[in-house]
């Protein structure tokens, strides 16, 4: 069976910090993969998606960056993290582009 | 642009009570899905719906997709604390094939 693993699940970082999260997923091959950022108790906003190893998609500009640079490893980094990067971040996969999702366990994240 | 409404965006029964949760658009969705999400935790889909009209059952839940494909709803029937949670809904888009998602309904149910 598939999974997936996200860690880490809490992070406390200063202003100007890099960052780097990691997203694993297990049990499947050429997953399409996904970063999204959720506001407390609201919606899913989509950072980036990926269909293949390298290819990444970015859709909103900001301060992070995301790579692939293995079939089942997403990574989400930033140079320099602003008060404005704290939030809750989800990795996801799905077999298509726009069928169901299955979501990692997320990292909360605060920028102080 | 494509939105997706979710309404109301907060609940809060007691058990036993019934409830309705709606997800609306004006625009067209080829398929729509309904996620749960606790705290601290990943969503989690509950369930698909395709079919203009179709109903779809999971215990005491029940979703519905509108005729049109502009709207869905959830009901839940008897509703218990193990309900409480972030219901999402997510529609597949028209440009990228992205997952549109609502801003989500915080529910809870009081014992």
């Known amino acids: 069976s598939q999974t997936i693993h996200q860690w880490p699940a809490t992070l406390v970082q200063p202003v100007g910090s890099p960052l780097s999260l990691e997203c694993t997923v297990e049990g499947t091959s050429n997953p399409n993969l996904y970063w999204y950022r959720q506001a407390a108790g609201r919606g899913l906003q989509l950072l980036f998606y990926s269909v293949g190893i390298g290819q990444i998609s970015s859709e909103v500009p900001q301060n992070l960056s995301a790579s692939r640079p293995q079939d089942r490893q997403f990574i989400l980094s930033s140079k320099k993290l602003l008060l404005s990067d704290s939030g809750f971040y989800l990795c996801?996969?799905?077999?298509?582009?726009?069928?169901?999702?299955?979501f990692g366990s997320g990292t909360q994240l605060s920028v102080l | 642009t494509q939105l997706l409404e979710q309404s109301p965006q907060f609940l809060s029964i007691q058990e036993g009570e019934n409830l309705t949760v709606y997800c609306n658009s004006s625009?067209?969705?080829?398929?729509l899905q309904w996620y749960r999400q606790e705290p601290g935790e990943g969503p989690v889909l509950l369930v698909t719906?395709?079919?203009g009209g179709e109903v779809k059952k999971l215990k005491r839940l029940t979703f519905q997709f509108g005729d049109a494909r502009k709207d869905s709803s959830l009901h839940i029937t008897a509703a218990q604390p193990g309900d409480t949670g972030l219901y999402l809904c997510a529609g597949e888009g028209d440009s990228n094939y992205q997952l549109i998602w609502g801003a989500g309904t915080k529910l809870i149910i009081k014992p």
């Open positions: 719906v395709v079919t």
């Open positions: 625009s067209v969705f080829s398929s």
């Open positions: 996801a996969w799905s077999a298509r582009i726009g069928e169901k999702l299955f």
